[in-house]
């Protein structure tokens, strides 16, 4: 049974810091982690992702503010998120694929304050 297990959501103000994690269980060989969030009423949207050897992707709004980075070894994905702004503010997702939409987490709720 696959499981993607996240953790290190929360409030924080703006311009502090959160690190979310992300543990996936039962899938093997993943091509691409990544995380997404989505807000209130809105569409959930990519964040940022990162392939197995290491090429990431990110959303121009979080563009030298978050990092992506992930342990092949583990199947685990972290993202590094500063200077943290009200409209991150959201449910993020972790997602992995092995082919096609993959694989969600349950969700991390991330609130920041202004």
């Known amino acids: 049974q696959v499981q993607l297990v996240e953790s290190g959501g929360g409030s924080v103000q703006a311009g502090g810091s959160l690190r979310l994690s992300c543990a996936a269980s039962?899938?093997?060989?993943?091509?691409?982690m990544g995380w997404y969030r989505q807000a209130p009423g809105k569409q959930r949207e990519l964040v940022a992702s990162?392939?197995?050897?290491?090429?990431?992707v990110y959303a121009d709004h979080v563009k030298g503010r978050f990092t992506i980075s992930r342990d092949n070894a583990k199947n685990t994905v972290d993202l590094q998120m500063n200077s943290l702004k009200p409209e991150d503010t959201a449910v993020y997702y972790c997602?992995?694929?092995?082919?096609?939409?993959?694989?969600w987490g349950q969700g991390t709720q991330v609130t920041v304050s202004s």
């Open positions: 997602n992995a694929k092995v082919a096609g939409p993959g694989y």
């Open positions: 039962g899938i093997f060989s993943i091509n691409v």
């Open positions: 990162i392939s197995f050897g290491g090429s990431t």
